[in-house]
């Protein structure tokens, strides 16, 4: 399946950075929010990292200009009717997903290929909500979609063979590495296995067995992880991380995903991670300083 224009719904920190590595690809991009204001952050964000691959020596400023008109900015979710591949990455809600899907459904193309990019969400119960829930697909980036090489892949119980093989080779197309699970669970693999490690960071750090820096060199020093689980944490999203750990935790029912009340706390004080200036660490200081939770 050849794909020259790609649609990316959400304009975040994964769906900016989807459009980024499709317009890399040479992939028209289309990348549609709501917010006008988010979708003109978002170019500016792209831009800004494409400047200084600029300062390296990495690009020229003809490339910049180059990668950036391969991405269109819309409010208008009809603009799917022009793609061939649609990726949705708005929040983990189930309800919005199969609200969006059942939009995308009616604009798309018949042979365009619906990807979720869920962490925690059932593929299943997201394309219950279509007419032809063979078309839906989850296609997992990890963060930063740019760099990171793996995409995971997981067919719902409906889903067509052919989307899943068109699904594999356009992310071999993005330079990526593909595993395609062989049924649909919650999260996947890595999210799921990566959950329960984050999930039980945050416990410590209540629990007040250390300090958040500590916590972050044990697991480094001791696990080889190249950043701490707290810090991952916060480059997620601790909004995105507590909305998957109570999916998993009301799936499988297992303490090992009961996300701590430390979390809802931070996410009612705005304290989201990297993306607001302050999480389990503090971003308005160079290097960065723990926060002080209580």
């Not at 962490?119 to 989850?138: N, Q, V, W, Y």
């Not at 693999?189 to 209540?206: F, K, M, P, T, Y």
């Not at 029912?253 to 991670?273: F, I, N, S, T």
């Amino acid at each position: 399946m050849e794909v020259k224009t790609g649609f990316v719904l959400g304009a975040g920190i994964m769906g900016s950075g989807i459009a980024h590595l499709m317009a890399q690809n040479g992939v028209q991009a289309i990348l549609v929010d709501v917010d006008d204001a988010i979708l003109k952050r978002s170019i500016g964000n792209i831009e800004n990292l494409l400047n200084k691959r600029v300062a390296k020596g990495k690009m020229t400023e003809g490339e910049v200009k180059e990668l950036l008109g391969r991405i269109k900015t819309s409010t208008d979710m009809k603009e799917a009717a022009n793609a061939d591949f649609i990726i949705e990455a708005v929040i983990e809600d189930v309800k919005l997903k199969q609200k969006v899907f059942a939009q995308l459904e009616e604009v798309a193309k018949p042979e365009a290929v619906l990807a979720t990019n869920t962490t925690a969400c059932s593929i299943s119960e997201i394309a219950s909500a279509m007419k032809d829930p063979s078309r839906l697909i989850g296609m997992h980036f990890f963060n930063p979609a740019v760099v990171m090489k793996l995409v995971e892949i997981m067919p719902g119980l409906a889903t067509k063979p052919e989307i899943v093989k068109a699904t594999k080779e356009f992310a071999e197309f993005l330079g990526k590495e593909p595993v395609v699970t062989d049924k649909e669970s919650i999260a996947g693999i890595a999210s799921r296995v990566l959950a329960g490690l984050l999930n039980e960071a945050v416990w410590v750090l209540d629990e007040g067995i250390s300090t958040a820096a500590d916590i972050d060199k044990a697991m480094k020093m001791g696990s080889n992880l190249p950043m701490g689980p707290l810090a991952l944490i916060d480059m997620i999203g601790i909004d995105t991380h507590l909305a998957k750990t109570r999916t998993l935790y009301e799936k499988f029912g297992d303490a090992r995903y009961r996300p701590c009340y430390l979390l809802e706390k931070m996410v009612h004080a705005g304290y989201l991670g990297r993306k607001s200036g302050k999480g389990f660490y503090d971003y308005s200081q160079d290097p960065p300083v723990p926060t002080v939770l209580k």
